[in-house]
């Protein structure tokens, strides 16, 4: 039986109070694991025809040689914040390689970057006084902070 892959603590959020992994996670995982390649293809590009969307598909070849193939997509309504729309590209393409990677390596958590962040802003009596003890998602995906 194989031994069961551990992503490190510092790779983990709680959103919501269910964990979730970052893709310098995944990465790490990757490259402790021995990842032989890890590749990205842009299947489609964003248009006014198809919606914005673009879309990725990823390639990762574990130390072992097993194949895992799987896609994401980008759209302005999947990434939240309006900073996000010109890199749509980029975004379809790590949501791919995130994807590729939970496959191979056998994590469940859902990755940040394959999340829809909200665009509205958060009020202070929202929060009802929760203690956090990770570092929790603020919307736009790159503002991480840490409370005792």
């Known amino acids: 039986?194989?031994?069961?892959?551990?992503?490190?603590?510092?790779?983990?959020?709680l959103i919501e109070g269910k964990p979730v992994v970052l893709y310098a996670g995944l990465l790490h995982v990757a490259q402790e694991e021995g990842i032989k390649e890890l590749s990205v293809s842009i299947?489609?590009?964003?248009?006014i025809e198809n919606g914005q969307t673009a879309i990725a598909s990823a390639k990762a070849v574990t130390s072992d040689g097993s194949v895992f193939i799987d896609v994401g997509d980008a759209s302005p309504e999947s990434v939240g914040a309006d900073k996000f729309i010109p890199h749509l590209?980029?975004?379809?393409?790590?949501?791919?390689k995130a994807r590729v990677l939970r496959d191979a390596y056998g994590i469940t958590m859902t990755s940040v970057e394959e999340l829809v962040t909200d665009r509205t802003p958060p009020?202070?009596?929202?929060s009802h006084g929760a203690q956090r003890t990770r570092p929790t998602l603020v919307l736009e995906m790159n503002l991480l902070q840490t409370s005792k």
Request: charged share 25%.
């Open 1 to 13: 039986m194989r031994t069961p892959i551990v992503v490190p603590d510092q790779f983990i959020l």
């Open 43 to 47: 299947e489609q590009i964003p248009s």
């Open 89 to 96: 590209l980029r975004v379809a393409s790590t949501r791919a």
């Open 123 to 126: 009020r202070a009596e929202d």
